[in-house]
């Protein structure tokens, strides 16, 4: 059974930074792409970044040179490091992994003074 759980969410100021991860197990972590979306409420859930399984990494426009994705095969664990943060950036963050229909929980990032 394949599970993937977020973490690191939270509330931050405009500015500041956050760090995503996502642990995952029931898979070949190795050898799967991973992915960031991202839902704002009464909004579509969106690519905010996905890196593939040789370390290849792409992202939104909305958040090129401010987020950052990452992977540690060892640890089953892809990260989303997040600068620079503003009040456009809150949704619900979602990991999953590319070209298939697993999804985590989901943990909230609200960015707000």
């Known amino acids: 059974q394949v599970q993937l759980v977020e973490s690191g969410g939270g509330l931050v100021q405009p500015g500041g930074s956050l760090r995503l991860s996502c642990a995952a197990s029931?898979?070949?972590?190795?050898?799967?792409?991973m992915g960031w979306y991202r839902q704002a409420p009464g909004k579509e859930r969106d690519l905010v970044a996905a890196i593939s399984s040789g370390g290849s990494a792409k992202y939104a426009d909305s958040v090129k040179g401010r987020f950052t994705i990452s992977r540690n095969n060892a640890k089953n664990t892809v990260y989303l490091q997040m600068n620079n943060l503003k009040p456009e950036d809150t949704a619900v963050y979602y990991c999953t992994v590319t070209r298939t229909d697993h999804w985590g929980q989901g943990t909230q990032v609200t960015v707000s003074s």
């Open positions: 029931g898979i070949s972590f190795s050898i799967n792409g």
